[in-house]
């Protein structure tokens, strides 16, 4: 049985005022959650306060994306090393921002993948197709090159360390969502991927979010399709009430 995971990417937004408000109050119900796994995924500059609130809960901390290099003459990037100082547990890599506004290659993705499990960080690989590709019925061809580079070379005995969220690009932050229909059948899709690469017991023990534009709304029609194993949260994430909706119909 695959436990949920519900994680909050809070992407550019929350002061570190404004973060360790939002973790405190999620903290409050939410500390004790054994039944879903809960990550918080705040900017870089709140990532220690963020840590430092929920120590002590069962609340873990992310980061929004990773360094594939250990250290060096890097501006602008942040190491491994760096994130586990501050009890970064997850980080995200491949989101649709990241590739559409930064050109990060699935070649780099599965640099810092690699980098992150050989590190023994939790990286949520994140896949996923434009408006135009799922129109054009391109949907499982773009998916599945995602998948495949990003995770080329990893070992089957890593997938109970990984995360893959789907993200249809096209319903992120546009208040559109996928059917749970269509979300299942490329959470399917995906899971049957992994059991080509690397056989059938890791396909069925990796972990599938789904990441677009969840909501308390519609999360537990979502949730309870047999291949969506949790979310990854956008806009819901930045207001308390909301994410522990979210986290609730997981449970």
């Known amino acids: 049985m695959r436990k949920k995971i519900i994680a909050g990417n809070w992407k550019m937004n929350k002061t570190v005022e404004e973060a360790i408000e939002l973790a405190n109050q999620i903290k409050r119900d939410l500390a004790d959650c054994t039944e879903v796994d809960v990550v918080l995924c705040p900017p870089f500059t709140a990532l220690k306060s963020v840590s430092d609130t929920v120590e002590g809960s069962l609340i873990n901390v992310g980061s929004q994306n990773m360094g594939a290099e250990d250290a060096g003459a890097y501006t602008g990037e942040i190491s491994h090393g760096m994130l586990k100082e501050l009890f970064v547990r997850y980080v995200i890599l491949g989101h649709s921002e990241r590739r559409e506004y930064y050109q990060e290659t699935d070649l780099e993705i599965n640099l810092k993948l690699k980098k992150a499990l050989e590190k023994n960080l939790r990286p949520i690989l994140c896949v996923g197709e434009k408006l135009e590709d799922r129109e054009g019925g391109n949907t499982e061809s773009i998916v599945e090159v995602q998948v495949r580079a990003g995770l080329k070379d990893v070992a089957a005995d890593a997938y109970t360390e990984l995360v893959i969220a789907y993200e249809p690009v096209w319903a992120i932050g546009t208040g559109k969502v996928a ?25 069925d023990a990796v972990r599938i979010q789904y990441g677009g534009s969840m909501k308390p709304g519609n999360a537990p029609e979502l949730l309870a399709q047999p291949d969506i194993d949790g979310g990854l949260i956008g806009g819901a994430a930045l207001d308390a009430a909301s994410f522990i909706g979210i986290v609730n119909a997981a449970k």
């Open 179 to 203: 059917t749970s229909q269509q979300a299942q059948d490329v959470h399917a899709f995906i899971r049957g991927i992994v059991k080509d690469m690397v056989g059938a017991e890791a396909a």
